[in-house]
Every structure is written in structure tokens, then in C-alpha cells.
């Protein structure tokens, strides 16, 4: 890169004639051109060469700020390493993840020590039930208490024409229980309206440390 100025104009005689220099190099040395300890061209009778550099001990060049291996302060590598030793484990096929993934993320069993008593819980579930399909309480109270095949269940017989109709409020009057496994109970509740009565079977399930209704049937 060099400067340049025009010629002198008339009535500029006074001044001493332009002259045209090349300008002065302004960027840094390379890595590869600088000595060990940073000095300037001269000092050992030039820039040390990259090889000499190396042989004497000089760290790795690099490219400046665009670098993308460098050590960290702490003086680790900035790009992470794998340690010695490291096992990779092949990939599971799809349904075997899928059953790892029901295991490790979906709901847990419960044993029947973590869990209320089913007789008093399944009473009140089973009335609340009924009042869901009596319209007298909305649907969305079960969701925490049901699986979504049984809410989908419930929430499709209350949109039935028939469910709702003028009457007796229904009651549960009696529930007998079972429990043929730990965390597991089987409900058979009779409710009465009017005249009027009908069963309703449930089976509940302990998962994530609550009761929950996987199964009914409606009378």
C-alpha cells in the first residue's frame, strides 16, 4: 500500500516537491515469526522460524483470535476430550427403547403400604364418578385419578342423550373390595338412584404414590 499526493499547483513553488513513499507494514508478525520470548527481528538476527520454534519448546501455533484449539486458563484443552477408557454402548432397537423409556419415565408402581385405604378412597371415587355422569360435577375432577383410557371412558357417557336426566340423585350405597396383588384393588360398588340400582366395577392401581382408576365398568 503506497501514499499519494498530487503534483504541486501553481503558487506552490515555495514548497519542496512531494515525494511518493511506500507505507509502513502495520500488521503483526506471525506466530511462526516470532522468537520464544517475543523479540523483535535483530535480536538473534532475524524471526525465528516455526521448526526452531518447536525444537526449542515453543507452543503449537495457532491462528490467532480465529483460533479454534487453544488451552483454557485452567489449563485445560478448550476442545472437551474423551476420557480413557470410555465404553460406547450401542444404540437399542426401537421397542426396546420404548419399553425403557415406559420404565425410567412413565408412572411407578406404588406398594399398598404408600397407599390410602381403598375402601374409604374407592367410595368417594365411585360417587364422584357417578355425579360426573349425572352432570353434576364436571369431568375434568377425574383426570388426576384416572387413566386416559377410563377419563375418555367417562367423559364420552356423560355426553350421552340419556345421562342427565331429571331424578333421584344417584348414591353409592355399598363397596366391596379386593386386593389380589400388592398396589392392586378391585372395586364393586352398588349405587342407587330412585329405585333404581346399578353397579359400577373399578380397578384401581397404586402409581406415583396415589390411587388410580385403570379400568371400570358402568352398569
Do not use: K, N
Not at 29 to 46: L, R, T
Not at 104 to 113: A, L, N, S
Not at 186 to 204: C, K, S, Y
Request: proline fraction near 11%; glycine fraction near 10%.
Amino acid at each position: 500500500m503506497t501514499a499519494t499526493v498530487s503534483s504541486p499547483r501553481a503558487g506552490d513553488a515555495a514548497r519542496p516537491p512531494v515525494r511518493r513513499l511506500p507505507a509502513p507494514a502495520c500488521e503483526p508478525p506471525y506466530d511462526d515469526e516470532v522468537g520464544a520470548a517475543g523479540a523483535p527481528p535483530g535480536a538473534d538476527g532475524g524471526w525465528r522460524s516455526s521448526s526452531r520454534a518447536a525444537a526449542d519448546g515453543a507452543a503449537e501455533a495457532v491462528q490467532g483470535t480465529l483460533a479454534l484449539a487453544f488451552v483454557l486458563p485452567t489449563g485445560l484443552p478448550s476442545a472437551p476430550q474423551a476420557p480413557a477408557g470410555l465404553h460406547l454402548v450401542p444404540p437399542l432397537r426401537p421397542d426396546a427403547q420404548a419399553d425403557l423409556d415406559a420404565v425410567e419415565f412413565g408412572p411407578q408402581p406404588t406398594p399398598r403400604r404408600g397407599l390410602p385405604d381403598p375402601r374409604g378412597w374407592s367410595g368417594r371415587f365411585a360417587q364422584a364418578v357417578v355425579e360426573v355422569l349425572a352432570g353434576d360435577r364436571p369431568v375434568a375432577q377425574l383426570v388426576r385419578w384416572t387413566s386416559s383410557e377410563v377419563y375418555d371412558e367417562v367423559a364420552c357417557r356423560v355426553l350421552d342423550p340419556g345421562t342427565g336426566a331429571a331424578g333421584p340423585r344417584a348414591v353409592v350405597r355399598s363397596v366391596h373390595v379386593s386386593e389380589p396383588a400388592d398396589g392392586i384393588a378391585e372395586v364393586a360398588a352398588m349405587v342407587r338412584r330412585g329405585t333404581r340400582t346399578t353397579a359400577v366395577a373399578l380397578r384401581l392401581e397404586g402409581l406415583d404414590g396415589r390411587w388410580q382408576c385403570t379400568a371400570i365398568e358402568l352398569g
